[in-house]
């Protein structure tokens, strides 16, 4: 069991000024690998065996390091070759994915962007829930049992890839039947919750501790099969409609009515605030929520990714806002390694760093 003392002694051995930023080789690396680089920083991708090609057509990487499975990243001799050379972690959807929010929280002694803690709050719906209702968030209707259903709802697994089981309802007796024929192994485990009609809009924020300052470096609507390509079919297939499915396979880009703004920007900073007295010292770097906007131009917020998201690729070069905001091509990756910098800069990593 790795304590924080522990991995605050492994930074505290750190040279400053040779630190390397490293991260697993998948999801949001690309962003993550060149916008280290763009900072003057020296850079690292942990590759699955078949996946380095990658990495090394692009010329992002300085070194890659290849393993069998991901879970080989925890072995003691593995963590060590990365703490010789001043590794920080850039944690990212597909390593918390890989590596689960506990194994990272208890074993891995190689220090990591931002607060180990929010892993554990992101990942359990509950606590979830929870953070966000304590953020004054407008959250869906959860109900308790399939009686209570009364209007549109959308049933959901925990754990499911990409809503996979997901299936939508509009009584108790249609809930009975489709979850009679869905084919899932843990079927006990739903939650129903209201389906909310709007705009999505995914913000990606960030909050950095040493300026004590919310971003809103852009935003983007996820694509998802097959529910985005059913809006075409329409009334062609009104009497059978196939039951809806929401696996991400792209991004959009998007930029939301202006006049919407303070209420987005109002979102991410009640969501920081609220870590902060949750587990102490709360959000650090980079941070999703997941809202629709109804037609009375209100939000509301079904989930929270407390890392950087896959819908920032679309702006390795920069968004319409991180432009306003930075007048230079900022991507989340490169705004990871302008914190580290900063950060190294004071002297400060430990506010960072976890
Ligand atoms: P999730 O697994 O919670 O990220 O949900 C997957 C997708 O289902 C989202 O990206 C949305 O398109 C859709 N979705 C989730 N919750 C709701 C909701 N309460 N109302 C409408 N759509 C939702």
């Given at each position: 069991m790795i304590t924080p003392d522990e991995i605050q002694r492994v930074l505290?051995?750190?040279?400053?000024?040779?630190?390397?930023?490293?991260?697993?080789?998948?999801?949001?690396?690309l962003q993550i690998l060149k916008g280290a680089r763009d900072?003057?920083?020296?850079?690292?991708?942990?590759?699955?065996h078949g996946t380095e090609q990658v990495y090394q057509q692009f010329g992002v990487a300085d070194e890659i390091l290849t393993i069998g499975r991901y879970q080989e990243l925890m072995d003691g001799t593995f963590q060590q070759q990365l703490i010789v050379r001043n590794a920080i972690l850039i944690p990212h959807g597909s390593f918390v994915e890989y590596l689960s929010p506990r194994r990272i929280e208890n074993e891995l002694a190689v220090p990591l962007f931002g607060n180990r803690a929010v892993l554990e709050w992101e990942s359990d719906r509950v606590k979830e829930r929870a953070w966000l209702l304590n953020?004054?968030?407008?959250?869906?209707?959860?109900?308790?049992?399939?009686?209570?259903?009364?209007?549109?709802?959308?049933?959901?697994?925990?754990?499911?890839?990409?809503?996979?089981?997901?299936?939508?309802a509009s009584s108790e007796a249609e809930f009975a039947q489709k979850l009679e024929n869905l084919n899932l192994s843990?079927?006990?485990q739903f939650t129903i919750q209201e389906f909310?009609?709007?705009t999505r809009f995914y913000p990606h924020y960030f909050y950095s501790p040493l300026q004590d300052r919310l971003e809103l470096l852009s935003m983007d609507i996820r694509?998802?099969?097959?529910?985005?390509?059913?809006?075409?079919?329409?009334?062609?297939?009104?009497?059978?409609?196939?039951?809806?499915?929401?696996?991400?396979?792209?991004?959009?880009p998007v930029v939301a009515r202006e006049s919407l703004l303070p209420k987005i920007l109002e979102i991410g900073q009640s969501v920081v605030t609220a870590s902060q007295e949750l587990f102490s010292p709360g959000l650090i770097g980079p941070f999703c929520v997941e809202t629709?906007?109804?037609?009375?131009?209100?939000?509301?917020?079904?989930e929270i990714s407390a890392r950087i998201v896959a819908g920032t690729n679309l702006y390795i070069n920069g968004s319409p806002y991180s432009h306003l905001l930075y007048n230079e091509p900022m991507s989340t990756g490169r705004r990871i390694a302008r914190e580290l910098k900063d950060a190294a800069e004071l002297d400060a990593l430990e506010r960072v760093v976890y």
């Open positions: 505290a051995g750190y040279a400053n000024h040779e630190l390397t930023v490293a991260t697993v080789g998948s999801h949001t690396a900072e003057g920083f020296r850079n690292l991708a942990v590759c699955r953020a004054g968030l407008r959250l869906p209707l959860e109900f308790t049992s399939p009686e209570e259903i009364d209007r549109l709802v959308l049933v959901k697994f925990p754990g499911a890839k990409g809503g996979r089981g997901y299936f939508l843990d079927k006990a909310v009609i709007g694509y998802e099969s097959n529910i985005d390509g059913l809006a075409r079919l329409g009334a062609l297939v009104q009497d059978r409609t196939p039951e809806p499915s929401f696996v991400v396979t792209g991004n959009l629709i906007c109804t037609d009375e131009l209100d939000f509301v917020a079904f």
